[in-house]
């Protein structure tokens, strides 16, 4: 790292702090030759793989966009948005990886978004497994049905 004030080319790291959501790192700097000091933020860079072979910088605006499509006319509001969009960027950069395919993301939204509400879950599920079939769909809504009845949560009137 270049001191920005005298040009050397090597300086020294006094103290490193992770930011709140993790993705980054400010680092506060002290140059040996000028003795000036002087802050640096260092970011994580994720890039997803997409299936056209493809590799771009991972958005979480680009999560929230499309969960927001899936919950069109839902009662969700923008901060359960975005709380689903910082669970399932923390549930990818956990797995420690540079690269994640995006066939991966979308494994990681369904989870939050099943919790979140029933109906975009069963949306955001039919575009992304591609369901062909009616019997598509009611396996999926069986497989909710079974999950609610699992975890004691008390079933709704359908």
Excluded: W
Aim: glycine residues 8%.
């Amino acid at each position: 790292m270049h001191c920005p004030f005298c040009r050397h080319p090597d300086t020294k790291v006094i103290d490193s702090r992770s930011t709140d959501d993790g993705s980054a790192i400010r680092r506060r700097r002290s140059c040996p030759d000028c003795g000036k000091r002087f802050t640096t933020q260092e970011n994580v860079l994720l890039m997803v793989a997409k299936r056209s072979g493809v590799t771009e910088p991972f958005s979480r605006d680009k999560i929230i966009a499309g969960v927001r499509r899936a919950c069109q006319g839902r009662p969700v509001d923008e901060d359960a948005l975005a709380k689903l969009g910082q669970r399932v960027e923390e549930a990818i950069r956990a797995t420690g990886v540079a690269e994640i395919a995006s066939h991966e993301i979308g494994l990681a939204i369904l989870g939050p978004l099943s919790e979140l509400d029933e109906v975009a879950y069963l949306r955001f599920a039919s575009v992304y497994r591609g369901f062909e079939s009616l019997d598509d769909f009611a396996r999926e809504i069986e497989a909710l049905r079974n999950k609610a009845g699992s975890s004691g949560e008390p079933g709704r009137p359908r």
